[in-house]
């Protein structure tokens, strides 16, 4: 495997239920990202580990939940989901060092629809 | 009002054309700029890089950075199909790791 890799590639999961989406990067990089993507918006940044701190946009619901255990894996995991959290879940990762040149490669995605 | 404002299109030309997106942002702060290729069904690639004002190259692609203005654009040389995407516009602060992405410009190239 190379690059950013994210699974499952779809979900389609009920309001009630709990489900978790992983993201694995394989380029040695120390900070991770999950994004959101609905469609006609901008992506929206969710969560932010860097270094193993977490920066987080306060305006993510508690219902979703982010978990880093090391600097190659990242988990979403997700509980009592809004039809609204339809949408496609981007992963990312970077070097994450100081320098303004920070490259992002992202993962091709989790399609996510909430019933 | 959007940090970021972005023409969602789609953006129609036919193979061979010169096609130009644009962006505009209201934060002064914005230093570095970005411009991402999303195919169908996959995540964001990244095309072009620039630091502050000007232009630079790479093959095709030319991205232009207007500072001034607020306004930074992606020229694509002699199209083609292969460049039918979603085109999306992102730009940082000096410092940290926070990309704001505009909402994508759809082209299609046809053939």
């Known amino acids: 495997e190379t690059g950013v890799t994210q699974t499952p590639r779809h979900l389609v999961m009920g309001m009630t239920n709990k489900k978790s989406l992983k993201c694995e990067q394989h380029?040695?990089?120390?900070?991770m990202y999950w994004y959101k993507q609905s469609a006609k918006k901008p992506l929206e940044l969710m969560f932010v580990?860097?270094?193993?701190?977490?920066?987080e946009n306060n305006s993510v619901p508690s219902r979703f939940s982010p978990e880093c255990p090391n600097s190659s894996h990242l988990f979403l995991h997700l509980h009592t989901l809004q039809p609204e959290d339809s949408a496609l879940y981007l992963c990312?990762?970077?070097?994450?060092?100081?320098?303004?040149?920070?490259?992002?490669?992202f993962g091709p995605g989790t399609r996510l629809t909430v019933l | 009002q959007k940090e970021v404002e972005q023409d969602p299109g789609p953006l129609s030309v036919p193979e061979g054309a010169i096609v130009s997106l644009n962006c505009t942002y209201s934060?002064?702060?914005?230093?570095?700029f970005m411009w991402y290729r999303q195919y169908s069904r996959k995540g964001p690639e990244l095309l072009m890089y620039?630091?502050?004002?000007g232009n630079k190259e790479d093959g095709r692609f030319t991205a232009q950075v207007d500072k001034s203005s607020k306004y930074i654009s992606l020229f694509i040389r002699d199209s083609q199909p292969s460049d039918s995407a979603t085109y999306l516009c992102?730009?940082?602060?000096?410092?940290?790791?926070?990309?704001?992405f505009g909402g994508g410009t759809r082209l299609m190239v046809k053939p």
């Open positions: 992102a730009m940082k602060r000096n410092a940290g790791n926070m990309l704001t």
């Open positions: 990312a990762s970077s070097q994450g060092s100081a320098g303004a040149k920070d490259t992002q490669y």
């Open positions: 380029l040695g990089h120390n900070a």
């Open positions: 580990y860097s270094l193993e701190e977490r920066v």
């Open positions: 934060n002064s702060a914005f230093q570095y």
């Open positions: 620039t630091y502050s004002s």
